[in-house]
Each structure stands twice: as structure tokens, then as C-alpha cells.
């Protein structure tokens, strides 16, 4: 049973760039979470999708956007990276029932390193 | 703001001491309450989780956590540490609204010795 799938595993980029990562969820679970982990500090929600719609927002600017697919794999998309935008991004999967979400199962993550 | 506050950030202990990570959130409501571990090149992994019920949970490899409401507490503990618990340790929180957007600590790296 193939565990949640990030990719790729490390991206550099520089400033004013645009980056997509993406993710691909634990089987049998309908729901993706992304979040932010800056260097020595705990991760931080970014957005949550469930049936292709973003559920939920962290406290994040428009710059960070996403997209659910069909097959409940993820996309988060960056645009004109900043060097603050340097962090792991981490994808956490889960499954939905009745509107209530529950335990997240975490990636490896994506490293982004913005230049 | 909700938040969730871990004191120690790290912690060093021999093999077979015992363990207690400290975690307090700060919460309006009924919170769902869980600890991550991370070890050395691995993903965060789910150690336990409390929704509700008896607020003393048993998780994988000899952790439990107690949650103290009147405190506001969700400690981490375990008897007897092993080498192989050298990793980073991360409290969660999240409203029991459904959504499960959880707020994390900034976590603790326990280094435990031979």
C-alpha cells in the first residue's frame, strides 16, 4: 500500500520564479492538506482540498495556490518566489467522511530552495 | 490565535532514562490533539492521537500521552527511552470542526545516548 508520494524531492529556483509541486495521496484517501516547514520551526497549514475545492486557508498570500485532480492527487503552485518561500513543503492525506476529516498521513516532502 | 507551545527544544537523555515532552495549546473549544515524530531522514509519522474519551492515549513503540484539560496540556511520555528514539518530536492541534487544520509546535530534538 503505496504511502503519500511527493514530488520531486528537491527543486532550487530563483527569485521571481514560478514552481509547482505535487502530491499524490495514500490510497483509498479523498483529502489533501499542504503545509509549510521553515527551518527549525513546526510545519504551517497553507490549504486543505477536498472534492477538487479548496476547503480551507492558512494565513498565506494569493501567491500560493492549488488544485485538486479527479484522483485526489495535488498540486500546490508559487508564484514570483520569494527567498523567504525557501522552506519543505510538506502534502498530508486523509480521508473525508460525513465532512469530517480525519488523521493526516504525511509525505516525504519537497525541499524548495529559492536563489 | 490558536497555537501550540512546546518548551523543550532539546532535550538530551541516556538510554532506558525516562521521557516527558511538554505541550500546551491555547484553544476556545474542543480540540483533537496529536504527536508527530520525525527520525533522522524520515517523513513525519502519526505517534498518537487523542480525540476524546479516556484522556490517557497509548501510540506506537511504548509512547502515551496525557490530555489535562484544566491545563491545557497534552505531555508526551515514555518509561524508558531507546537509542532509536533519537528524532524530533512534534505536538499538533486542530479545532474538532472537521477540517483538520492542525497548528503545530515548533518541536523538541530529543538526542538520546548509548
Known amino acids: 500500500d503505496a504511502g503519500v508520494t511527493q514530488s520531486p524531492t528537491h527543486l532550487i529556483k530563483t527569485r521571481g520564479q514560478q514552481v509547482t509541486l505535487r502530491c499524490s495521496p495514500k490510497?483509498?484517501?479523498?483529502?489533501v492538506s499542504w503545509y509549510q516547514q521553515a527551518l527549525g520551526q513546526g510545519p504551517q497549514f497553507i490549504f486543505q482540498?477536498?472534492?477538487?475545492?479548496?476547503?480551507q486557508r492558512g494565513n498565506f498570500p494569493d501567491r500560493f495556490s492549488g488544485h485538486q485532480f479527479p484522483n485526489y492527487s495535488s498540486e500546490l503552485n508559487v508564484n514570483a518566489l520569494l527567498l523567504g518561500d525557501s522552506a519543505l513543503y510538506l502534502c498530508?492525506?486523509?480521508?473525508?467522511?460525513?465532512?469530517?476529516?480525519?488523521?493526516?498521513?504525511f509525505g516525504p516532502g519537497t525541499r524548495l530552495t529559492v536563489l | 490565535a490558536q497555537s501550540v507551545s512546546q518548551h523543550n527544544h532539546h532535550v538530551i537523555l541516556s538510554e532506558a532514562a525516562s521521557l516527558e515532552l511538554g505541550c500546551n495549546y491555547s484553544?476556545?473549544?474542543?480540540?483533537?490533539l496529536f504527536w508527530y515524530v520525525q527520525y533522522p531522514g524520515q517523513h513525519l509519522q502519526l505517534l498518537l492521537k487523542?480525540?476524546?474519551?479516556?484522556?490517557l492515549v497509548k501510540g506506537i513503540k511504548g509512547f502515551e500521552a496525557e490530555f489535562i484539560k484544566s491545563k491545557f496540556s497534552f505531555n508526551l511520555r515514555k518509561p524508558s527511552v531507546q537509542w532509536s528514539d533519537t528524532a524530533e518530536y512534534f505536538c499538533?492541534?486542530?479545532?474538532?470542526?472537521?477540517?483538520?487544520?492542525?497548528?503545530f509546535g515548533t518541536g523538541t530534538r530529543l538526542l538520546v545516548s548509548p
Open positions: 498530508a492525506s486523509s480521508l473525508t467522511r460525513d465532512g469530517l476529516t480525519d488523521t493526516q498521513y
Open positions: 490510497s483509498g484517501h479523498d483529502t
Open positions: 482540498y477536498y472534492e477538487e475545492e479548496e476547503r
Open positions: 484553544y476556545g473549544g474542543t480540540v483533537n
Open positions: 487523542y480525540f476524546s474519551g479516556d484522556p
Open positions: 499538533a492541534a486542530c479545532m474538532n470542526t472537521g477540517f483538520q487544520k492542525l497548528v
